[in-house]
């Protein structure tokens, strides 16, 4: 007797190599889509804190007066434009504050936040130089904690006379 078919123990290898190969390429799939989310999380918060930056930038850019706190985690000046201006880092909530209003949005955990200044010394015949130094990340729960390091440094126009 020639019976053409498959018995049940072919069927039973067959069906459980499917399971293995589905359960490989569903779990790969799944973290693909995690670290796809983690990924736009962050470039989100880098283009936030990098807005952030500019605006700080600009500002200072016409500036005079530059000072810091201790800890160099604030820095205040006066803006030709808009008057006192003080920027700092808010620890608790993990923002950036200007004039005591967030700058950076709820998507963005600013680690840390740095103002190095250089020539704000009044009568030194130098531009005040300042060096911003900022640590991001996203707030997203879920996923990797990556801090994007940031830094620059931007320079008065206005000499200190």
């Known amino acids: 007797m020639n019976r053409k078919g498959f018995t049940m123990i072919e069927l039973l290898v067959a069906l ?7 359960s490989i390429a569903s779990t790969v799939f ?20 990098s807005l952030s930056i500019e605006q700080m930038m600009r500002e200072m850019r016409i500036g005079l007066n530059f000072k810091t706190n201790n800890d160099k985690t604030e820095i205040s000046f006066v803006s030709q ?28 955990a600013v680690k840390y936040l740095h103002f190095d200044l250089f020539g704000a010394v009044l ?8 060096v911003i130094r900022l640590g991001v990340s996203s707030n997203e729960e879920r996923g990797v904690d990556i801090i994007t390091n940031l830094q620059t440094t931007v320079s008065s126009r206005q000499l200190d006379v």
């Not at 006192?84 to 963005?108: C, F, H, M, P, Q």
């Not at 030194?124 to 300042?130: F, H, K, L, P």
Request: charged share 25%; no cysteine; proline share 0%.
């Open 123 to 130: 009568g030194d015949g130098a531009s005040t130089r300042v």
């Open 81 to 108: 434009r808009k008057g006192n201006i003080v920027y700092r880092w808010n620890k608790d909530e993990e923002t950036i504050e200007r004039n005591g209003v967030a700058l950076t949005s709820k998507n963005v």
């Open 30 to 49: 799944i973290q693909s889509l995690r670290t796809q989310r983690s990924i736009v999380a962050l470039m989100a918060a880098n283009d936030n804190a």
């Open 16 to 22: 459980g190599l499917f399971v293995v190969v589905m």
